[in-house]
């Protein structure tokens, strides 16, 4: 009879942990116990890998988008047709004022590319412990959306190192208001920008992910995305260029047009 009760409660999609064998509070927290141990583990073995690595990834991607030499920027200037035009002699010296800055951001910028390079692995271990409690039903539509949300979360990234942070850095550098001034840019501030331009990259790709999410709540539908449309395209071009600072409508487009796909991506996925 027990065995057969248990067959039932899956058939009728109930949890995992109430069809098999239930948990107890502190069963739950030694499994996330674990859980937290494995992902420490994890990034600290990605924090050697990248702090060992980390002169040759600085020398040739982070700061790649200080010279005119940056293959987004040749690959501009022989296929663009005129529709941007670069200074061929661009190139952005970057200074230290301070003793221990170089070895921060080394030990900082190791930490964060880790963290990066760790998420799919956070977001494997949230799903393995969430998972047993959701019913059959959930885990069909939940499943999807964990592989998603990652998907777009470095597809957001790549635009923006490829695109969103190089002509940002790139307009802000040439932009002259004295020609007796000389812009001298610290490492701290390049570092900074670099990596809050890119995570905002990366976080804005969550959109659809995030309008599913109000949408399975009920506090947002597809009717809502629609009939506010022309809104939308106001405050997304607000805030491109919010995130773009430049009086370039090229580079104001590069941003633009993928935050308009995701939107019209978010009414795709949100209920009607």
Not at 86 to 113: G, K, R
Request: proline share 4%; with cysteine.
């Amino acid at each position: 009879m027990e065995e057969k009760k248990q067959i039932t409660n899956k058939e009728a999609g109930a949890p995992e942990e109430e069809a098999g064998e239930s948990m107890s509070f502190w069963d739950h927290l030694e499994v996330l116990r674990w859980a937290i141990f494995r992902i420490a583990c994890f990034l600290c073995v990605c924090m050697v890998g990248t702090f060992i690595a980390m002169p040759y990834i600085f020398d040739n991607y982070i700061l790649a988008p200080t010279s005119n030499n940056f293959f987004v920027y040749q690959w501009l200037q022989k296929h663009g047709h005129g529709l941007i035009q670069m200074n061929p002699d661009f190139s952005v010296e970057i200074i230290n004022i301070n003793v221990a800055s170089q070895f921060m951001t080394h030990i900082q910028t190791a930490i964060s590319l880790a963290a990066i390079i760790t998420f799919p692995y956070i977001i494997y271990e949230v799903w393995k412990f969430i998972r047993p409690a959701l019913f059959d039903n959930e885990i069909k539509h939940l499943r999807p959306a964990f592989l998603g949300g990652t998907v777009m979360f470095f597809i957001g990234c790549a635009i923006g190192y490829l695109l969103v942070f190089p002509f940002t850095f790139r307009f802000l550098m040439e932009y002259e208001l004295s020609a007796s001034i000389h812009n001298q840019i610290n490492l701290s501030s390049y570092i900074g920008n670099f990596t809050m331009l890119i995570l905002v990259m990366g976080i804005v790709f969550e959109m659809p992910l995030l309008a599913w999410l109000l949408s399975s709540l009920g506090l947002l539908n597809k009717g809502m995305l629609t009939e506010y449309r022309r809104h939308a395209v106001v405050v997304l071009l607000v805030g491109a260029a919010f995130i773009t600072p430049s009086g370039d409508p090229f580079t104001l487009m590069l941003v633009f047009i993928p935050l308009y796909v995701l939107y019209e991506l978010s009414i795709l996925v949100v209920r009607k």
